[in-house]
């Protein structure tokens, strides 16, 4: 009934504070006044369950899965149907405690960050948000449940091949429960996650043990340009991929899982052509070299997008711009320094200065900067972009007409930095530096003597063509 001093009636107010942005502003308005900490206090479960929603989005079930799952029941000889069967995602109101707020915000804005990493080059619909972020939380539960810190390497040594096969089995059992179409975008977001591991971790063998630290701790470490979160919470004493991994129980980590599910499920009539689906798939692997964003995005317009130089058909696999960054061409301009200037230590801190004063420019003309990490992305790529304006503006040779708003794959563009990097880097040190280059050495970068005598490598100018053979 409505107050004769507040003329709302319970069911405005109850709307009133299911349209709460987040937790914070429903505890602020609950205080408003006794009526609406009345109404809330009638209906408590569904307002915070819409609250909650207003912050996750539709991916809210298996946001809260992540946070309620009963690790204490997975043990290595647990049965694992049983495991997989405590993975539900209910979507009925239930009461979210005070700690379960706090991961649910921290985890839906890590997702978040993870979402403009991925749709760097468009933003995805709605539908096609949806699914990442229903992806990405499940993700996060396959790791927290088939973590790789709760093991010491002693303990997995002595492990038995019966123990391994069937921890195997919990984890293909687990993503069992998911509809075929859901556990293809699974699949799509974990090539996603290997595409990130690709781009900071040293040894690629090391991948599938680093995927066990989950998405939020792997988009933590691309932001950090290193791996080593990564090793450190494991705990093992790894650092940049020293040492080896524990094969035994974590090679194929997905994908063992993934090929199981697709052996148990060869009938699905998604993999079996008939007239009623006549376009039957063929189960992904993580070596079909096909795009997997596929079963993320709803349309892939570039998908037959061809190499602005070489016309070699790459799609969404093509470099531009926009993306550049999250490759790894973009994590080391030191190595694409031409010939042996690479291991001129005198060059590190004019190229580690040239890359920062570059990456800032890029940031501080960039126009539209979205609110998640996305000023490190474009700092992270900027050198690149310079790289190119440097190329157009010396107007010289066939790289004058290469532009940065083209598109290229790995190959053409690698040969476009090697070919540059250095040009560039010179005219970095004389222009903004206000460097003088000494006499160019006889054998420019092939010089030899420049990676170990220090006064041979200040002395003379090796950023230089050479006039000479080889010394």
């Not at 280059?437 to 990676?451: A, M, V």
Request: aromatic residues 10%; negative net charge; contains cysteine.
């Amino acid at each position: 009934m409505a107050s004769p001093m507040f003329p709302l009636v319970e069911d405005v107010i109850g709307r009133i504070l299911t349209f709460c942005p987040d937790f914070a502003t429903l505890h602020a308005v609950v205080r408003v006044s006794k009526q609406f900490h009345a109404v809330y206090q009638t209906h408590p479960k569904s307002i915070t369950q819409a609250v909650a929603y207003n912050i996750v989005g539709p991916a809210l079930p298996a946001a809260l899965c992540v946070l309620r799952y009963p690790l204490e029941y997975v043990r290595e000889d647990s049965d694992p149907l049983i495991v997989a069967s405590a993975c539900v995602e209910e979507s009925a109101a239930t009461m979210i405690a005070w700690d379960e707020k706090i991961r649910l915000v921290s985890n839906a804005e890590e997702i978040a960050v993870l979402e403009d990493v991925y749709s760097i080059t468009s933003v995805l619909t709605a539908e096609e948000s949806h699914r990442f972020h229903r992806a990405a939380y499940r993700a996060e539960l396959f790791s927290a449940i088939f973590t790789a810190d709760t093991w010491a390497l002693d303990d997995i040594d002595e492990l038995e091949p019966v123990v391994i096969s069937n921890i195997q089995e919990q984890r293909a059992a687990l993503l069992n429960g998911y509809d075929t179409r859901e556990l293809l975008e699974m699949f799509s977001f974990v090539r996603f996650m290997r595409a990130i591991l690709k781009s900071i971790v040293v040894q690629e063998r090391h991948i599938d043990i680093l995927l066990t630290a989950g998405p939020t701790r792997i988009l933590e470490a691309w932001e950090e340009e290193s791996d080593d979160l990564l090793w450190d919470s494991l705990g093992w004493g790894f650092s940049n991929g020293s040492g080896d991994t524990p094969n035994r129980l974590f090679d194929g980590y997905y994908a063992r899982a993934f090929a199981k599910v697709w052996e148990w499920r060869k009938d699905d009539p998604l993999f079996c052509a008939s007239d009623e689906h006549k376009d039957a798939l063929n189960p992904p692997t993580e070596d079909d070299g096909g795009s997997a964003a596929r079963w993320l995005l709803s349309e892939m317009p570039e998908a037959n997008d061809t190499c602005s130089h070489c016309s070699t058909r790459g799609g969404l696999e093509l470099l531009t711009e926009v993306n550049w960054h999250l490759h790894p061409i973009s994590h080391r301009c030191l190595d694409r320094l031409k010939s042996r200037l690479t291991d001129n230590p005198t060059l590190v801190n004019p190229v580690n200065r040239a890359v920062a004063v570059a990456g800032r420019s890029a940031v501080h003309l960039a126009v539209d900067i979205t609110p998640h990490g996305s000023s490190a992305s474009i700092f992270r790529g900027g050198w690149i972009s310079a790289v190119f304006d440097f190329a157009q503006t010396a107007g010289e040779g066939e790289f004058a007409s290469w532009s940065k708003e083209d598109s290229y794959c790995a190959s053409c563009l690698g040969r476009f930095l090697d070919e540059n990097v250095w040009r560039w880097l010179l005219a970095e040190r004389v222009c903004k530096d206000g460097w003088a280059p000494p006499e160019d050495c006889w054998y420019g970068y092939n010089c030899r003597t420049q990676t170990h005598k220090r006064t041979h490598a200040t002395g003379k100018n090796h950023l230089a063509v050479p006039t000479r053979g080889d010394d």
